[in-house]
Each structure stands twice: as structure tokens, then as C-alpha cells.
């Protein structure tokens, strides 16, 4: 179900449309509500989030998927911080109902992208990943030439293990692995039917780009941020506190 948060602003030609999924629980974060409304250097971590795809200038619409008892928080949130409307423009433009599954809640905002005629790109992200910032999401676009999708990653510092039952079965070479973060960016059209075959298939991914890997589409990775940290437990609630002042 997909509710308007605003005008659309008039349709342009190939849209690039953000996916904010803020649809967590917070379970293990202990946050009553979801990590996403937890205060961050005075403000919800979903502020920081939704701000940063405001001020990217590769964006023409940002999408927010969150629960359904979380509606009116979201809402009051793009209001406060003034998301819908800046400098006259507006840039949140849908607020979408969201899943069981992260995966669930993305193909929500999908069908609701599909109300923008002209989507050419859709960038996935997680609302409880605050530290990301607008230079991050337009590399992320416009890298996306001559494969199906970008994602933004770091190299992995440490060796790492592939473990069954507790004990290793392989050691992967480090020099190709990579930590995943998001932003993501893919073609929609393509994104849309990888979505729709894993549904058909009951297959659930952790990412998006695994569902695009998993159909043969080319992926291609760029270097992210070490910043770009996921709010999962309260520590890295402290550590994104001490990235934002040492920001400012």
C-alpha cells in the first residue's frame, strides 16, 4: 500500500528514485518502535538518512518504506525535518507500507515506483544507515554504465572464514572480499523482475544485488565509506555520535 506524502512535482524524464527501507523492528537493538526513530546527534537516525538523499543531486524522488504502526512517526519526521519540501522542491514523495522480510518491503516500494513512468533508477538504502552521504549516492549512480547495478563497498581488513557447525570449511582469498554496505543503484526494470522471480521462487536474499546475482545480472562494486555504518547495536549508536562530531 503505497500513501502519498506529497506532490510528485511534475514527472521527468528517466527518474532516479531512492528506497529508503525503514521498516526494522529494532529487535536487537531493543528500540521500541525501530532503530530508525532513535535519537543521533539530536535528531532520528532516519532524519540524517532521508537528509543526505535530499541534498544528493542525482535524485528525483525518494520512496520511505516503513511499518505500518510507524506511519505517522515517519510522516512526522519527513514534516519536522522538512523532506517534503525544500527549496521548493519535493523530494519525498511516497511513504509505502512495508513487509514481513527486508525483501518483502523493498518489492513494496518497487510497486510503488512503478507509479513514476519514467524510473530508469532505483537506489536502495538502509534508513538505519545515517552516515551515508549525497557524494556516496551519486557515485553510486553514475557508475552505473555497462552492468545492471552498483554496489558500494570496503575491501575486508581481516581474513575471513566460511564456518558450518563451527568449524571453517574454506578461507576465501582475501584480496576479493569485500564488506557490502548500501547505498545500492540498479535499473529498474531489471531489478523488478529479479524481485519478482524470487518471490515467484520463495527465494529470500540478504541484499538486493544477490537477487540481481542470482538471474545473471552484472554487478559492478565501487569503494564506500568505513563510516557508512549500520545502526544494529547500541554501540554503533555511540560510534556514529563520535563520527558526526568529529564530522562537524
Same mark, same amino acid.
Given at each position: 500500500?503505497?500513501?502519498?506524502?506529497?506532490?510528485? !512535482?511534475g514527472?521527468?524524464?528517466?527518474?532516479?528514485?531512492?528506497?529508503?527501507?525503514?521498516?526494522?523492528?529494532?529487535t536487537?537493538?531493543?528500540?521500541?518502535? !525501530?532503530? *530508525?526513530?532513535?535519537?543521533?546527534?539530536?535528531k532520528?537516525?532516519?532524519?540524517?538518512?532521508?537528509?543526505?538523499f535530499? *541534498?544528493?543531486?542525482? +535524485?528525483?524522488?525518494?520512496?520511505?518504506i516503513?511499518?505500518?504502526?510507524?506511519?505517522?512517526?515517519?510522516?512526522?519526521?519527513?514534516?519536522?525535518?522538512? +523532506?517534503?519540501?525544500? @527549496?521548493?522542491? @519535493?523530494?519525498? @514523495?511516497?511513504?509505502?507500507?512495508?513487509?514481513?522480510?527486508?525483501?518483502d518491503?523493498?518489492? @513494496?516500494?518497487?510497486?510503488?515506483?512503478?507509479?513514476?513512468?519514467?524510473?530508469?533508477?532505483?537506489?536502495?538504502?538502509?534508513?538505519?544507515?545515517?552516515?551515508?552521504?549525497p557524494?556516496?549516492?551519486?557515485?553510486? +549512480?553514475?557508475?552505473?554504465?555497462?552492468?545492471?547495478?552498483?554496489?558500494?563497498?570496503?575491501?575486508? &581488513?581481516?581474513?575471513?572464514?566460511?564456518?558450518?557447525?563451527?568449524?571453517?570449511?574454506?578461507?576465501?582469498?582475501?584480496?576479493?572480499?569485500?564488506?557490502?554496505?548500501?547505498?545500492?543503484?540498479?535499473?529498474?526494470?531489471?531489478?523488478?523482475?529479479?524481485?519478482?522471480?524470487?518471490?515467484?521462487?520463495?527465494?529470500?536474499?540478504?541484499?538486493?544485488?544477490?537477487?540481481?546475482?542470482?538471474? !545473471?545480472? &552484472?554487478?559492478?562494486?565501487?569503494? !564506500?565509506?568505513?563510516?557508512? +555504518?549500520?545502526?544494529?547495536?547500541?554501540?554503533?549508536?555511540?560510534?556514529?555520535?563520535?563520527?558526526?562530531?568529529?564530522?562537524?
Open positions: 500500500m503505497a500513501i502519498d506524502a506529497g506532490d510528485t !512535482g514527472e521527468t524524464t528517466e527518474m532516479n528514485l531512492a528506497l529508503i527501507v525503514a521498516a526494522g523492528k529494532g536487537r537493538m531493543g528500540a521500541e518502535g !525501530g532503530k *530508525q526513530f532513535l535519537p543521533l546527534a539530536g532520528p537516525v532516519l532524519a540524517h538518512t532521508l537528509a543526505a535530499q *541534498q544528493a543531486s542525482s +535524485i528525483d524522488a525518494i520512496i520511505v516503513t511499518a505500518e504502526e510507524n506511519f505517522d512517526r515517519c510522516l512526522s519526521v519527513i514534516d519536522t525535518y522538512s +523532506i517534503i519540501k525544500a @527549496n521548493g522542491a @519535493n523530494r519525498a @514523495n511516497r511513504i509505502v507500507i512495508g513487509g514481513a522480510e527486508r525483501q518491503s523493498v518489492y @513494496n516500494g518497487l510497486q510503488a515506483a512503478r507509479e513514476f513512468e519514467q524510473a530508469k533508477v532505483v537506489v536502495v538504502h538502509d534508513g538505519a544507515r545515517p552516515l551515508v552521504t557524494r556516496l549516492i551519486d557515485d553510486a +549512480i553514475v557508475n552505473l554504465v555497462e552492468c545492471d547495478g552498483v554496489v558500494v563497498g570496503i575491501p575486508a &581488513k581481516d581474513t575471513i572464514k566460511l564456518v558450518d557447525d563451527g568449524f571453517v570449511i574454506e578461507t576465501p582469498d582475501r584480496s576479493k572480499t569485500w564488506q557490502v554496505q548500501t547505498p545500492q543503484a540498479f535499473l529498474f526494470e531489471p531489478l523488478l523482475r529479479a524481485h519478482e522471480k524470487a518471490r515467484a521462487e520463495g527465494f529470500y536474499g540478504t541484499d538486493d544485488s544477490m537477487l540481481m546475482e542470482r538471474y !545473471g545480472s &552484472k554487478i559492478k562494486v565501487i569503494t !564506500g565509506l568505513e563510516e557508512n +555504518i549500520k545502526i544494529t547495536t547500541p554501540i554503533d549508536l555511540v560510534l556514529a555520535e563520535a563520527i558526526l562530531k568529529n564530522r562537524a
